[in-house]
């Protein structure tokens, strides 16, 4: 792994103009905010002038990543060569900085929430945005083929590989139920009535946890259950890829960027029946040939989403766009 302080060979960008992500305080850890967290981190190390600009003047707690911070108080300057980047749905900032003789971006996390950040206008174009780039294909694909983009940058998503990597196993299923209250009650409750051999499994709950909590759950955890709802492309079934758990779940869409039969346990997004008799054949599959073969792939998936790839894109991507 190459040290991210500077990509491999890499001569240090140096420019002047300001890239501000806005950004906000949710109370939770929210994947959304870790990458734009990561990307401005990325671009600070690289001689940008990246910026976090805070739309709450309350930092986020969740993310151990040091990046260059700010808040939107009434005496912040905007200054004409600000490049400002919006997130998807945002919609009172994509019409209040029309105002600003100043560069303005989405950065579009995820496509179900494209038209609340539109909510006044028909159009990316007709709402004075430059550019809209992307962490996904899929979102991508929209944007181009519905929204009528002539392109959309993906700048891939990435994890921490040092942090996310497998541990001594435990026989568990841990989940993430945020996005998915109703459906995760539903699926623990008809797995434990269809298998009763198995209702002792511990279901270890992940929520509002700091990142290396996560990362040791997941680590000792066999099987993930994958509750992605509305993704534009869904972080935590990366993070469990990495570390070495049997994925099981939903792809929320947007996971259709890297779900294969090979890599998961992959149901309809209403087949939560289906979903319970899928986590008992992954425990199954455990400390057999189907279940390491399994767990191959979808290391495989996971090893392509890295920093340093994220880093070059990034790099790249924004020394494009400050240069013209």
């Known amino acids: 792994m190459i040290d991210h302080g500077q990509a491999e060979g890499r001569t240090p960008v140096r420019s002047t103009r300001r890239i501000l992500y806005l950004s906000k305080h949710f109370g939770y850890p929210l994947g959304g905010v870790r990458i734009a967290h990561h990307h401005v981190a990325m671009l600070a190390r690289n001689g940008f002038d990246a910026r976090i600009l805070l739309i709450d003047e309350q930092r986020d707690s969740h993310f151990s990543e040091d990046v260059p911070t700010e808040s939107l108080v009434p005496e912040f300057r905007i200054l004409p060569d600000d490049l400002f980047v919006i997130p998807e749905p945002w919609d009172v900032y994509v019409r209040q900085l029309s105002k600003h003789p100043i560069r303005r971006y989405v950065f579009c996390q995820n496509h179900f929430y494209i038209f609340h950040g539109l909510q006044h206008t028909r159009s990316y174009a007709e709402a004075g ?29 990435a994890i921490n590989h040092a942090l996310f990597k497998p541990m001594e196993k435990r026989r568990q299923i841990a989940v993430m139920p945020r996005k998915m209250k109703v459906e995760a009650r539903f699926i623990e409750g008809t797995f434990r009535q269809r298998y009763p051999e198995l209702a002792n499994v511990p279901w270890v709950e992940i929520s509002n946890k700091p990142e290396t909590e996560v990362a040791r759950i997941l680590g000792e955890s066999a099987v993930f259950l994958a509750l992605g709802r509305i993704e534009g492309f869904g972080l935590p079934p990366i993070e469990a890829m ?11 869409d947007g996971g259709r960027s890297f779900a294969t039969p090979d890599n998961g346990h992959w149901c309809e997004p209403e087949d939560w029946v289906g979903c319970a008799d899928r986590l008992a054949e992954a425990l199954g599959e455990i400390d057999t040939d189907a279940g390491r073969l399994r767990i191959a792939s979808a290391h495989a998936t996971a090893s392509e989403y890295t920093l340093e790839r994220m880093e070059r894109e990034l790099v790249a991507f924004w020394q494009a766009e400050v240069d013209r």
């Not at 430059?130 to 700048?155: H, K, N, Q, W």
């Open 129 to 157: 945005i430059d550019t809209v780039f992307c962490c996904s294909e899929v979102i991508s694909d929209y944007l181009t083929g519905v929204m009528g983009l002539d392109r959309a940058p993906v700048i891939h998503n």
């Open 242 to 252: 990495a570390s070495g758990c049997i994925v099981v779940g939903f792809t929320g």
